[in-house]
């Protein structure tokens, strides 16, 4: 089992390489830089495809390497983003695709000594996708669940044009008067991070006037409250009869009350038919 806050503690959060051990052998795993951050994201669509929820029991069944080797290279892009992934978070330039002796598929790079099996690469690509992406989290969620946060998340971000890195290097030297120059020397990971932090101070600023004539009350962007990753989508009955300004008993009720009404209306119209 793969330990991601063991990996977090000791590596990501100090943009250190991230070395990773599989019986005698050690892959080290290289933060992607501001720089190459455009690049990377455009490529890590090739391994960060949920195949385990594609209509085919044949991939849900394969290796991720494996799904990669046999499936998806069928597309050149596939083709030149793994490579992108593989030289960027590896430092494998010249790779390549082979069978070993157990029939499995294989990446090698004979130049930079470095052979990575299907096995190998499950670990090696969860560790890629979390080190450089904050956001990024595979744990299991009900497929119609998962469904409904999509849709949430495209209907939240409907209309709205979000700033490029250019454009989010200039708001962060005018807030903050760190140089273009100096930010382009950052990890992707420390510079998504500065961002989320310049993002949250702007709207606590501006919004805490507005809270405080009002008398609402507003969370501290530094003195956050702990909450679940599902909080921000699932809202309990409680919580949903408090914003409306009702008793979450009389909802409960009325909502009662209008499924029996409904009922009683069903069986008369079918009396009537009768």
Request: with cysteine; charged share 35%; proline share 2%.
């Amino acid at each position: 089992m793969l330990d991601i806050e063991y990996y977090k503690h000791k590596y990501f959060i100090f943009d250190k390489p991230c070395i990773y051990k599989k019986g005698d052998k050690e892959f080290t795993l290289y933060p992607i830089s501001l720089e190459d951050s455009e690049d990377f994201l455009d490529a890590s669509k090739v391994i960060s495809i949920d195949k385990n929820s594609l209509p085919s029991v044949d991939i849900i069944q394969m290796s991720y390497l494996k799904f990669i080797c046999a499936v998806l290279v069928r597309e050149r892009k596939n083709i030149e983003n793994f490579a992108t992934i593989l030289k960027l978070s590896l430092h494998m330039y010249d790779p390549k695709i082979g069978i070993d002796v157990n029939n499995k598929y294989v990446i090698f790079d004979e130049e930079a000594d470095i052979s990575i099996t299907e096995k190998e690469f499950e670990d090696i690509r969860r560790l890629i996708l979390y080190q450089n992406i904050l956001s990024f989290d595979d744990s299991y969620i009900d497929p119609d669940l998962k469904k409904a946060i999509d849709e949430t998340n495209e209907l939240r971000s409907k209309d709205i044009d979000f700033p490029d890195i250019e454009r989010k290097m200039a708001i962060i030297t005018s807030h903050c008067g760190i140089r273009k120059s100096e930010q382009q020397k950052m990890t992707y990971r420390a510079h998504t991070m500065l961002w989320n932090e310049v993002c949250a101070d702007i709207e606590f600023s501006t919004s805490r006037s507005i809270a405080l004539f009002s008398g609402e009350k507003i969370e501290h962007w530094i003195y956050k409250k702990k909450k679940d990753k599902m909080d921000d989508y699932i809202i309990s009955g409680e919580k949903f009869a408090d914003k409306l300004g009702a008793n979450f008993q009389d909802l409960e009720n009325n909502a009662k009350v209008v499924n029996v009404n409904s009922y009683e209306q069903k069986f008369n119209k079918m009396e009537e038919v009768l």
